[in-house]
């Protein structure tokens, strides 16, 4: 009998629960006990919504992130968090945002940890702190918790934990030591942390180890051999787990390592599974990722068994299946969507509907396909509606994608001749000052965009209230003396869904949410079919806050790679074509913003590194259609129109000369977290344009000092010419409340003042 797991399920809930409760607690207004309660009625639910299943995941439901946990499981806790009273939670929160609800009504918030992209998603996790003197000591507590939760529910439970090798991987030394050093430390804590689990009975523990479908060079892959091999002592049985890419030269470490089950994707490692069943121990478990968990498109549940079933035939009990990965990375419910277009929703499924075509799939295997027909046949019937659907195609879009040519990417001018120019029309002083784009979403701005959609406000009242949001914002700004000013993006929604719902080939969810991090989620956009832009999407807002100030002000535009990157794109062709399209639509919108008098347009491309291929032997193919878009969107402009791009929470460093090539006029980008290391790539590689290196920690509510922002500006005027400085958050405010906001860019604003005194 074929057995069926998961790997974990979304832990925000299917109403966004998870969120309301954190953000309750963080501003006091709900105590400790009932954030925590919430939790375990959450995991409860989620556990019911897994049942059917063989193993059920246990331990992967967390308050911020899951690498965090297993920071604090480890006891690997920042010492500049160590001093403060109160609980484990507290300075569980300090870490992840710089503060918890105890430091409310004070300034005692501490620096966050430094936070980025989980592998190639939009998941953001906490990056793990190193030095040559870590320690480690177990604290199983949260595990052992929701453990013995899961037991006196009868759920089947299957702990998940990070592994230790990708744990080190995924972390970064703050010193100059080799973090794989510590590995002889970790090693006895997660030795002892699968004795404690054993002890309760635990049959099989999740091991993730997602490393291993990254380039791993010959000191990596030997440190998984040195950890499993302490490791294979332990009673409870190990199913190491990979996914989101293929293991290439890691497959032969990984089938023979000494642990009793290995999980592969088999959506993106389809043609490594044959090579795995010639490699894998006879005595070894195979699960199988045979549900995309990743995307929300319906599995062709009649092909997976036409590859599956022989697999089943050869393995028998040794095969398991599931999901590729964590179902984290898509909504919970697709039964809710009762407004989604219902030809749409027949090609999607979600979470729960992911797991139920795994149980059809298992009834197949293990009954027979007459056991599962009519739910086949279901099943083959959306299929083919989406493949031949004509809402899908479009051929003029296809025929104006064959027309790409390079020249529709290059500036009439180099920079330097631009730079001339721009500085001429716009006048601005040295260091000068501006925001990424958006200010606090205000509840007066979620009421009215939530009276318009239901009809209770009407097109000129919900007109008249965002033209009245955009004047406070200018005015702010105007007052706290920026020199580049924004609308503030009162009228947007998200910055994805915003320009998608204007776009032909797009559809929406209404509780499609995916946690982005913390109480941070998105609701990606459904890119079905071919795209194009019916009409203007920013211009009369942009227009109207232009009408507000004789200063600059830019027009705000999501750049082709990140809309792309940040939706749940179709899989019948290639992101490449996709992302083309989607550039030569937001062109259109670039050129109408310069037709109307805007003479500094942003075009953010913050999800440009996390399209990157897991291994650096396939970046280029992507960098170079990815690059390629930006510059088909913005280059059609005249010298004098300055194109700004913005980039936040990735590792920038090593595709730098990629950035350069995108040929911005400006750049900001996030370097206030990692404490400007985005600058050591300016040691080796002269960037030719302008830059604004983020100074101001958006993702916490801590307010950063005049004299921080300084110092961190002279970090960047040591590597970058001081006249190609610019002085910026490291991202969009919507997520701040206008009472954080205010002094936090007061300082800053102060802060470029002195340093152009000393300029």
Request: net charge negative.
């Given at each position: 009998?074929?057995?069926?797991?998961?790997?974990?399920?979304?832990?925000i809930g299917?109403?966004r629960?998870?969120?309301?409760a954190?953000?309750?607690?963080?501003?006091?207004?709900?105590?400790?006990?009932?954030?925590t309660s919430?939790g375990?009625q959450l995991r409860?639910r989620?556990w019911?919504d897994?049942a059917?299943?063989?193993?059920?995941?246990?331990?992967d439901?967390?308050?911020?992130?899951?690498?965090?946990?297993?920071?604090?499981?480890l006891?690997?806790v920042p010492?500049?968090v160590?001093g403060?009273?109160g609980?484990?939670?507290?300075?569980y929160?300090?870490?992840a945002?710089?503060?918890?609800a105890?430091d409310s009504?004070?300034?005692?918030?501490?620096?966050?940890?430094?936070?980025?992209k989980?592998f190639d998603t939009?998941y953001?996790?906490i990056v793990p702190?190193?030095?040559?003197?870590?320690?480690?000591?177990?604290d199983?507590s949260r595990?052992?918790?929701?453990?013995?939760?899961?037991?006196?529910l009868g759920?089947?439970?299957?702990?998940v934990?990070i592994g230790?090798v990708?744990?080190?991987?995924?972390?970064?030394?703050k010193?100059?030591s080799?973090?794989l050093?510590?590995l002889p430390?970790?090693?006895?804590?997660?030795?002892?942390?699968l004795e404690?689990l054993?002890a309760?009975?635990?049959?099989?523990v999740?091991?993730d180890?997602?490393?291993?479908?990254?380039?791993l060079?010959?000191?990596?892959?030997?440190?998984?051999v040195?950890?499993?091999d302490?490791l294979?002592?332990?009673?409870?049985?190990?199913l190491?787990t990979?996914?989101f890419?293929?293991l290439q030269?890691?497959?032969?470490i990984?089938?023979?390592l000494p642990?009793q089950?290995?999980h592969i994707?088999?959506?993106?490692a389809?043609?490594?599974?044959?090579k795995v069943?010639?490699?894998?121990p006879?005595d070894?478990?195979?699960?199988l990722g045979v549900?995309?968990?990743r995307?929300?498109?319906?599995?062709?549940?009649?092909?997976?068994?036409?590859?599956?079933?022989?697999i089943?035939k050869?393995l028998?009990?040794?095969?398991?299946?599931?999901?590729s990965?964590?179902l984290?990375h898509v909504?919970?419910?697709?039964?809710s969507?009762?407004?989604?277009?219902?030809?749409?929703?027949s090609?999607?499924?979600?979470?729960?509907?992911?797991?139920?075509?795994?149980k059809?799939l298992a009834?197949a295997?293990?009954?027979?396909?007459?056991?599962?027909?009519a739910?086949?046949?279901e099943n083959?019937?959306a299929?083919q509606n989406?493949r031949s659907?004509?809402r899908?195609h479009?051929?003029?879009?296809?025929a104006a994608?064959?027309?790409?040519?390079a020249?529709?990417?290059?500036r009439s001018?180099?920079?330097?001749?631009?730079?001339?120019?721009?500085s001429?029309?716009l006048?601005?002083?040295?260091?000068p000052?501006?925001?990424i784009?958006?200010?606090p979403?205000t509840?007066?701005?979620r009421?009215?965009?939530s009276?318009f959609?239901s009809?209770?406000l009407?097109?000129a009242g919900?007109k008249a209230v965002m033209?009245?949001?955009?004047t406070?914002s200018v005015?702010?700004?105007?007052?706290?003396?920026?020199?580049?000013?924004?609308?503030g993006?009162a009228?947007?929604?998200?910055?994805v869904e915003y320009f998608?719902?204007?776009?032909?080939?797009?559809a929406?969810?209404?509780?499609g949410?995916?946690?982005?991090y913390?109480?941070?989620?998105v609701?990606p956009?459904?890119?079905f079919?071919?795209?194009?832009?019916?009409k203007a999407?920013?211009?009369e807002w942009?227009?109207?806050?232009?009408?507000q100030?004789?200063k600059p002000?830019?027009?705000?535009?999501t750049?082709?790679?990140?809309?792309?990157?940040w939706?749940?794109?179709?899989?019948?062709?290639?992101?490449?074509v996709s992302?083309?399209?989607?550039a030569?639509?937001?062109r259109?919108?670039?050129?109408?913003?310069?037709?109307a008098g805007v003479?500094?347009?942003q075009?953010?491309?913050?999800?440009?590194?996390?399209g990157l291929?897991?291994?650096k032997s396939?970046w280029?193919?992507?960098?170079?259609?990815?690059v390629?878009?930006f510059?088909?969107?913005?280059?059609?402009v005249?010298d004098?129109?300055?194109?700004?791009?913005?980039?936040?929470?990735?590792?920038?460093?090593?595709?730098?000369?990629?950035?350069?090539?995108?040929?911005?006029?400006?750049?900001t980008?996030e370097?206030?977290?990692?404490?400007m290391?985005l600058?050591?790539?300016?040691?080796?590689?002269?960037?030719p344009?302008?830059?604004?290196?983020g100074v101001?920690d958006?993702?916490?509510?801590n307010?950063p000092?005049?004299?921080h922002?300084?110092?961190?500006?002279?970090?960047?005027a040591?590597?970058?010419p001081?006249?190609?400085?610019?002085?910026n958050?490291?991202?969009?405010?919507k997520?701040?409340q206008?009472?954080e906001?205010?002094?936090?860019?007061?300082?800053?604003?102060?802060?470029?003042k002195?340093?152009r005194a000393?300029?």
């Amino acid at each position: 009998m074929v057995t069926t797991h998961n790997l974990g399920f979304p832990r925000i809930g299917a109403k966004r629960e998870l969120k309301f409760a954190q953000e309750s607690y963080w501003k006091g207004q709900s105590s400790r006990d009932e954030l925590t309660s919430l939790g375990a009625q959450l995991r409860e639910r989620h556990w019911e919504d897994q049942a059917g299943l063989d193993h059920v995941p246990v331990g992967d439901f967390s308050f911020y992130d899951q690498v965090l946990d297993t920071s604090f499981t480890l006891g690997n806790v920042p010492e500049r968090v160590r001093g403060f009273d109160g609980s484990s939670l507290d300075n569980y929160f300090r870490v992840a945002r710089g503060r918890s609800a105890q430091d409310s009504a004070c300034s005692c918030g501490v620096q966050a940890g430094e936070m980025t992209k989980w592998f190639d998603t939009n998941y953001h996790y906490i990056v793990p702190e190193f030095s040559a003197s870590t320690e480690f000591a177990l604290d199983a507590s949260r595990l052992l918790d929701q453990l013995a939760q899961a037991r006196k529910l009868g759920v089947k439970a299957k702990p998940v934990i990070i592994g230790p090798v990708t744990y080190l991987w995924l972390g970064k030394a703050k010193d100059d030591s080799d973090k794989l050093a510590l590995l002889p430390r970790l090693l006895p804590v997660y030795a002892a942390l699968l004795e404690q689990l054993a002890a309760q009975g635990v049959e099989w523990v999740q091991i993730d180890e997602p490393a291993l479908v990254t380039e791993l060079d010959a000191t990596w892959q030997q440190a998984f051999v040195t950890a499993y091999d302490a490791l294979k002592g332990s009673k409870a049985k190990l199913l190491l787990t990979t996914y989101f890419g293929q293991l290439q030269n890691n497959l032969e470490i990984a089938c023979n390592l000494p642990v009793q089950g290995l999980h592969i994707d088999a959506i993106n490692a389809r043609a490594e599974v044959e090579k795995v069943l010639a490699q894998l121990p006879s005595d070894k478990v195979l699960s199988l990722g045979v549900i995309n968990g990743r995307n929300i498109w319906k599995s062709d549940l009649s092909a997976v068994l036409d590859w599956v079933e022989p697999i089943h035939k050869t393995l028998q009990d040794r095969l398991w299946i599931a999901p590729s990965c964590s179902l984290l990375h898509v909504p919970v419910d697709l039964v809710s969507e009762q407004k989604l277009d219902k030809k749409i929703r027949s090609w999607l499924a979600f979470a729960l509907q992911k797991l139920d075509e795994l149980k059809v799939l298992a009834h197949a295997l293990n009954g027979g396909r007459q056991s599962v027909q009519a739910a086949l046949a279901e099943n083959g019937v959306a299929i083919q509606n989406r493949r031949s659907s004509p809402r899908v195609h479009n051929p003029a879009v296809k025929a104006a994608v064959a027309k790409i040519d390079a020249a529709l990417g290059r500036r009439s001018s180099a920079y330097p001749q631009r730079a001339t120019k721009q500085s001429a029309l716009l006048k601005l002083p040295a260091y000068p000052t501006t925001t990424i784009g958006s200010f606090p979403q205000t509840a007066g701005i979620r009421q009215a965009r939530s009276q318009f959609k239901s009809g209770e406000l009407d097109d000129a009242g919900y007109k008249a209230v965002m033209q009245s949001e955009i004047t406070r914002s200018v005015r702010e700004q105007e007052a706290l003396g920026l020199d580049v000013l924004v609308h503030g993006e009162a009228e947007r929604n998200d910055m994805v869904e915003y320009f998608g719902e204007q776009l032909d080939g797009y559809a929406f969810s209404q509780f499609g949410w995916v946690q982005s991090y913390g109480s941070r989620c998105v609701k990606p956009p459904i890119l079905f079919g071919d795209i194009s832009r019916p009409k203007a999407m920013t211009v009369e807002w942009i227009k109207y806050a232009q009408s507000q100030t004789a200063k600059p002000m830019k027009g705000m535009l999501t750049g082709p790679v990140t809309i792309l990157n940040w939706s749940f794109v179709r899989d019948d062709q290639p992101r490449s074509v996709s992302c083309h399209q989607l550039a030569l639509a937001i062109r259109e919108e670039v050129l109408d913003l310069e037709k109307a008098g805007v003479r500094v347009i942003q075009i953010d491309e913050a999800a440009l590194r996390e399209g990157l291929p897991l291994r650096k032997s396939q970046w280029n193919e992507y960098l170079q259609w990815a690059v390629e878009s930006f510059r088909i969107t913005a280059n059609g402009v005249q010298d004098e129109t300055q194109i700004h791009t913005h980039m936040c929470y990735s590792e920038f460093n090593d595709i730098i000369e990629s950035i350069a090539d995108m040929d911005a006029d400006v750049i900001t980008i996030e370097t206030s977290r990692s404490d400007m290391e985005l600058l050591d790539a300016f040691d080796n590689f002269n960037y030719p344009n302008e830059i604004g290196p983020g100074v101001y920690d958006i993702h916490s509510p801590n307010i950063p000092s005049q004299e921080h922002i300084v110092q961190l500006m002279r970090k960047a005027a040591e590597r970058i010419p001081a006249e190609r400085l610019w002085v910026n958050p490291d991202c969009g405010l919507k997520t701040r409340q206008w009472d954080e906001v205010i002094p936090a860019l007061k300082n800053m604003v102060a802060a470029a003042k002195t340093l152009r005194a000393g300029v």
